[in-house]
């Protein structure tokens, strides 16, 4: 019985022994073992050869860090220790993690340096990225995969490409998937005649500036019959391109437009009602982009949850606030400068700098930072045309502005007297109105509406004191050419030059498209001195 339990003891000390050496040699194993673990140490040559290499192994490996080290090297947070033969990926707060487990690293290498790139590796870092992501369950960054594919046109992702292909659900995502194929099959010397062709097709259908590019590009080996179907699809696709162009382009002098009506209405009322050249009118629009600027900031400080509210809460207070100063103006100089038209404008200039200068002691002379709510963050597509939201949202705006003003003028007493007094003064006086006060209100109304034109123009441009220089001669120009007082006049002129500056920047650039569009309104006026649509009355027409 002893030797029976004696020997049943020995066996228990042997298999304990063995599992302590087997336990002893898993613990001693060094960590770099494995596909990938042999990939990282790539990265500790310094090397762009081995750093190539490092790459399409660890993109190979199918080890779940891959796509989180391979985007720490694109960002330029992947690091190594030469000494120790290791290598290191920092997240976006500067924290070290070991590259082979993931884990916090326990300890900081001195040599520590970060992994070079050249622009072939950055290549091969896009073509990593796209093969490790196209199969992500997130629809934006497959999508952003597909397109990464499709500038590294990497042959070694095709396999992957076809597998998300089959996969993928959504039409969109499918299409860009199906046009980095195209682009990779392109891209090879040894592909078949017909799925270069097909390719073709595929990359036509994206008809966009990189599919030209694409197309134009083709190897020397393709066939003629390839080069035959690349040549008519570059045909179609400019010709498209052109029409999406022209769209494009109408669709910035809109948006510019926008800007322009928004800051020259405000400008047309108190010049047609009032006949005042206000040269401060470019600072109320700075006002009304620096109350922008401090409601955001209180936001911020006290708030931030309430930031997607900023603009809506900004809105009222710029056009308050900057009708009050307009109406101080008015009844502090301007009423004693009425039929004076050069020493009016002289007067507003100097208080557009007063205004400049107080805002420069106030706030100091630096751009301020005017942040987007995030529903006028991003863009959208349509087509080839790219539509901003910001955009977007301040024309809508603008034309809610001019149809509250039309309903101003056409269904209240206050807009019966404007009417009144800027067909005849005289007749209105007469009439029993107050034309004092009516000068008064109109000025602040034509403040305000400059003050909310600077909350608009606080999210496309930057908020400085020399804000409202940059629309005040555009403003005039507008007013001029549309016809003096007239708001539907303002909103054709306003779009017109839009539009038109729109088209001519692309032949002449900026400078002299503005150029060319004062030229151009000289001669009309010489023609028209009223503008496109003159005003009607006794008074206007003496």
């Known amino acids: 019985m002893m030797s029976h339990l004696y020997g049943r003891a020995v066996s228990f000390t042997c298999v304990a022994f063995v599992f302590a050496v087997g336990l002893l040699v898993a613990v001693a194993t060094p960590v770099f073992a494995g596909p990938y673990e042999d990939a990282l140490t790539g990265f500790t040559t310094d090397s762009f050869g081995d750093t190539d290499t490092a790459i399409s192994g660890i993109a190979a490996s199918g080890n779940p860090l891959a796509a989180t080290v391979v985007e720490a090297l694109r960002d330029g ?44 590796l950055r290549r091969s870092v896009d073509a990593a990225i796209g093969g490790l992501t196209l199969l992500s369950p997130n629809s934006a960054i497959r999508l952003g995969a597909a397109q990464s594919v499709f500038r590294s046109r990497d042959a070694t992702v095709l396999s992957v490409l076809d597998q998300a292909i089959a996969a993928e659900k959504e039409a969109r995502i499918k299409r860009a998937l199906t ?53 008519d699809a570059i045909a179609s696709m400019q010709s498209q ?47 009304g982009a620096y109350v922008t600027f401090i409601v955001q900031d209180l936001i911020r400080t006290h708030n931030p949850a309430l930031f997607d509210y900023s603009l809506a809460m900004a809105i009222p207070l710029a056009f308050f606030i900057t009708g009050a100063v307009g109406v101080g103006i008015e009844r502090s100089v301007i009423r004693y400068l009425y039929g004076r038209p050069l020493e009016t404008l002289l007067a507003t200039w100097g208080i557009s700098l007063i205004l400049q200068q107080a805002i420069r002691t106030a706030f100091g002379p630096t751009n301020r930072e005017v942040g987007s709510p995030s529903w006028m963050s991003g ?88 804000l409202g220089q940059s629309y005040i001669i555009d403003s005039f120009m507008v007013v001029v050419f549309g016809g003096v007082g007239n708001l539907w006049g303002t909103l054709v002129g306003a779009l017109s030059l839009g539009i038109a500056n729109k088209f001519l920047e692309p032949f002449a650039g900026a400078v002299l498209a503005k150029i060319a569009i004062l030229v151009i309104i000289i001669l009309f006026i010489q023609k028209r001195p009223r503008g496109l649509f003159a005003l009607k009355g006794r008074s206007v027409e003496a």
Do not use: C
Not at 89 to 115: H, I, N, S
């Open 179 to 231: 046009q980095a194929r195209a682009a990779v099959i392109l891209n090879q010397e040894d592909a078949k005649e017909a799925d270069k062709i097909d390719a073709v097709a595929a990359i036509r259908e994206r008809g966009d500036q990189d599919a030209l590019q694409l197309l134009g590009s083709l190897p020397a080996s393709s066939s003629a019959t390839v080069k035959k179907a690349a040549s």
């Open 241 to 287: 391109l052109a029409i999406w162009t022209a769209l494009q382009n109408t669709w910035y002098g809109l948006s510019l437009g926008s800007v322009l009506l928004l800051a020259a209405i405000g400008l047309a009322i108190t010049f047609g009602v009032m006949g005042v050249i206000n040269m401060a009118h470019g600072e109320m629009v700075m006002l």
């Open 77 to 120: 947070r992947l690091m190594f220790s030469a000494g120790g033969k290791t290598v290191f990926f920092k997240d976006k707060t500067e924290k070290l993690f070991d590259a082979a487990t993931g884990q916090p690293a326990a300890v900081t290498p001195p040599d520590l340096a970060p992994v070079r790139l050249n622009n072939r």
């Open 379 to 466: 863009a959208f597509e349509v087509g080839q045309l790219t539509i901003t939201y910001n955009r977007m949202w301040i024309i809508v705006f603008t034309f809610l502005v001019f149809i509250a003003l039309l309903g101003l003028l056409r269904f209240t007493r206050m807009g019966l007297e404007m009417r009144a007094v800027t067909q005849n003064r005289q007749m209105a006086a007469a009439m029993g109105i107050k034309t004092a006060r009516v000068d008064a209100l109109t000025f602040g109304l034509g403040s305000g509406i400059a003050g909310i034109a600077g909350v608009a123009l606080s999210q496309i441009d930057n908020v400085s004191p020399n």
